[in-house]
T-cell receptor, first 111, second 115 residues
Framework: QKEVEQDPGPLSVPEGAIVSLNCTYS??????FMWYRQYSRKGPELLMY????GNKEDGRFTAQVDKSSKYISLFIRDSQPSDSATYLC???????????FGAGTRLFVKA | NAGVTQTPKFRVLKTGQSMTLLCAQD?????MYWYRQDPGMGLRLIHY???????AKGEVPDGYNVSRLKKQNFLLGLESAAPSQTSVYFC??????????????FGQGTRLTVV
């Protein structure tokens, strides 16, 4: 079992929809949780990160972590065609530098 | 800003051939990593380095070797390529700046096909 599990999709939504992307993890030592966005044929780029449980909002994006259920979520409001990409969830231990990635969910936002 | 630069961007190898992938970063980062990305598997860590002259095994190190002779460079070697090593390889670096969380900065990737 991978330490971070993510449904690879693909997920296809119409423009303007609310998108929900989710991951689960198994290692209780994880304290930092990240979402990376990867456009086709590019390297991943950090989109958002949260520490421990709670929510973090940045414009149309909201990251949510529930440590009690080991669940990580990313919500995208008013989705745009430019949001079409692969979204990878990731986790780190406290004091660690190694990042464990999920498989990535491929998102298509149709105009 | 160049960030993380990988060379080459594409390569086709025959089974049994060897090659070296070069990663260079200009951000003075301490940590560097090599990942491979395969469909449905996500990013898997091959090897990593916590500083010049150091290397360590990651999740899938077999068939690969690495060296970090200079802080800014991290080389990934394939001694005898196999079709199972067909993948997209990403190099990344991250700073050791005292914070708990470290963001990884990725290169553009190297698409390797072994035939």
């Amino acid at each position: 079992q991978k330490e971070v599990e993510q449904d690879p999709g693909p997920l296809s939504v119409p423009e303007g929809a609310i998108v929900s992307l989710n991951c689960t993890y198994s290692n209780s030592a994880f304290q930092y949780f990240m979402w990376y966005r990867q456009y086709s044929r590019k390297g991943p780029e950090l989109l958002m990160y949260t520490y421990s449980s709670g929510n973090k909002e940045d414009g149309r994006f909201t990251a949510q972590v529930d440590k009690s259920s080991k669940y990580i979520s990313l919500f995208i409001r008013d989705s745009q065609p430019s949001d079409s990409a692969t979204y990878l969830c990731a986790a780190q231990n406290t004091g660690g530098f190694k990042t464990i990635f999920g498989a990535g969910t491929r998102l298509f936002v149709k105009a | 800003n160049a960030g993380v630069t990988q060379t080459p961007k594409f390569r086709v190898l025959k089974t049994g051939q060897s090659m070296t992938l070069l990663c260079a970063q200009d951000m003075n980062h301490e940590y560097m990593y090599w990942y491979r990305q395969d469909p449905g598997m996500g990013l898997r860590l091959i090897h990593y380095s916590v500083g010049e002259g150091t290397t360590a095994k990651g999740e899938v190190p077999d068939g690969y070797n690495v060296s970090r002779l200079k802080k800014q460079n991290f080389l990934l070697g394939l001694e005898s390529a196999a079709p199972s090593q067909t993948s997209v390889y990403f190099c990344a670096s991250s700073p050791r700046d005292g914070r708990e969380n470290t963001e990884a900065f990725f290169g553009q990737g190297t698409r390797l096909t072994v035939v």
